[in-house]
């Protein structure tokens, strides 16, 4: 049974987005929640920086490691 609003093959972050084409967007959305997680592990939330670490390492790993290059 599928469930309502899957898309086959649909990734959770789609690095060839048009919304992602700008490095610096790209950036931004690793960087917003690994940012965030450091001020979560600070105040002594280790489990809300254990999600946005894991938030931000996965985005870095779907946006700028294995991202398609640009030829500009």
């Known amino acids: 049974m599928r469930q309502a609003g899957y898309v086959p093959g649909m990734k959770?972050?789609?690095?060839?987005?048009?919304?992602?084409?700008p490095v610096w967007?790209?950036?931004?959305?690793?960087?917003?929640?690994?940012?965030?997680a450091c001020f979560e592990f600070a105040s002594g939330s280790p489990g809300w920086g254990i999600i946005f670490g894991g938030?931000?390492?996965?985005?870095?790993?779907?946006?700028?490691?294995?991202?398609?290059?640009?030829?500009e």
């Open 55 to 71: 938030a931000a390492a996965y985005a870095y790993w779907a946006l700028i490691l294995t991202a398609p290059r640009d030829p």
């Open 12 to 21: 959770l972050i789609d690095p060839s987005d048009p919304f992602f084409r």
């Open 25 to 36: 967007r790209r950036w931004a959305v690793v960087l917003v929640p690994g940012i965030w």
